[in-house]
């Protein structure tokens, strides 16, 4: 039921490692035409570009501070003059920036969160819906937000900013959903759990992890692979074609509700 999938345009932020790099490969295996974004990094994207090209796929790589004016725009732009539409948008690029405790947040640190995981997102996905309403016939597209279980449970300590961050993306995914859906554009959101990938190398410590395992149901942390499955059945139609404005919890049961 993924083949229609294949052809079709993606535009993957923060699309050449972890979850974003998994995504990309395995819009690549349905033979999708991915834009694969980075900010540093150029090695694995390439690495991406080509292991999709080996798929039957196509891409392109783009090289963006996503936070920078101008440059979600410029990336949907990009994707469409390379491709000539857009229909499938990730929104990965995010991240903690450092784990900071309330006492030690100054508004320096709080823009830097803002600008990475909700300005950005938001640039991406007016962009999108304005290239998404092009396709014909009557307009339709999906635009993937990625949150994080930490939007449910608040993260750890220092990641309060982040944590807030990711709540808004949940929200506005809904609320953007009911926007959107006469333009027959779906948008969810897959909110992964403990995943580990390079995030966690930066800012959690063995033990952390090691407790972490052991409150799983399913006894492991996730890797970056357990989040694209969720990608390709929002991305398609055929799989998800009335589904919308859900956030889909993925953390082999360290969440339920």
Not at 174 to 196: C, F, K, Q, W, Y
């Amino acid at each position: 039921m993924l083949e229609d999938l294949a052809g079709r345009v993606a535009l993957v932020t923060g699309g050449a490692t972890g979850i974003g790099g998994a995504i990309s490969r395995a819009f690549g295996q349905a033979r999708m035409k991915v834009a694969v974004h980075y900010m540093a990094g150029k090695d694995e994207a390439e690495t991406i570009a080509d292991a999709i090209r080996a798929s039957g796929g196509e891409a392109l790589v783009l090289q963006r501070d996503i936070t920078r004016p101008g440059a979600a725009e410029a990336l949907v732009a990009d994707t469409v003059a390379r491709f000539g539409r857009l229909d499938v948008l990730v929104n990965n690029a995010g991240g903690l920036v450092a784990r900071t405790l309330l006492s030690e947040v100054d508004d320096g640190f709080y823009d830097r969160v803002m600008d990475l995981n909700v300005r950005s997102l938001v640039h991406a996905s007016q962009a999108a819906a304005a290239a998404m309403r092009q396709n014909s016939p009557g307009g339709g597209g999906s635009i993937i937000n990625v949150s994080s279980i930490s939007a449910r449970t608040g993260g750890s300590p220092g990641s309060s900013i982040y944590s807030g961050a990711k709540a808004f993306v949940s929200t506005f995914t809904r609320s953007l959903a009911r926007e959107l859906a006469p333009d027959h554009i779906r948008v969810n959101a897959l909110s992964p759990g403990t995943i580990a990938t390079a995030f966690h190398e930066r800012h959690s410590t063995p033990d952390k992890l090691e407790a972490t395992r052991r409150t799983i149901p399913l006894g492991r942390l996730g890797v970056a692979e357990d989040c694209a499955g969720t990608a390709l059945y929002l991305a398609s139609n055929a799989m998800s074609g009335y589904v919308t404005g859900q956030v889909i919890e993925v953390n082999g049961g360290q969440f339920m509700g």
